[in-house]
């Protein structure tokens, strides 16, 4: 059985996906700048963890503040 997006409802591959730190939930997320896959969540900074967290859209629309910390990874993106 495919897992599904917790964000759009589409099938997610093994390689372009992640898992939201608040609600559990996989979304799509594209882990290289070549990944043609949309853009269900984003990449936060946790700065009291002093880490970095997986956030879907779902979760970030109700947890705004988040949006400060955090980094579209859409395609064409890259952290460098």
């Known amino acids: 059985m495919?897992?599904?997006c917790g964000v759009c409802g589409e099938p997610?591959?093994?390689?372009n996906v992640?898992?939201?730190s608040l609600c559990g939930m996989k979304f799509h997320m594209?882990?290289?700048i070549d990944a043609q896959?949309?853009?269900c969540?984003?990449?936060y900074s946790d700065d009291?963890?002093?880490a970095i967290g997986f956030v879907c859209n779902i979760c970030l629309s109700e947890h705004p503040e988040l949006s400060q910390s955090s980094m579209d990874m859409g395609q064409?993106?890259?952290l460098w």
């Open 37 to 39: 896959v949309r853009s």
């Open 18 to 20: 992640s898992r939201c």
């Open 76 to 78: 064409g993106s890259a």
């Open 2 to 4: 495919e897992e599904l």
């Open 41 to 43: 969540g984003r990449v």
């Open 30 to 32: 594209a882990w290289s």
């Open 12 to 15: 997610v591959d093994e390689e």
């Open 48 to 50: 009291v963890r002093c």
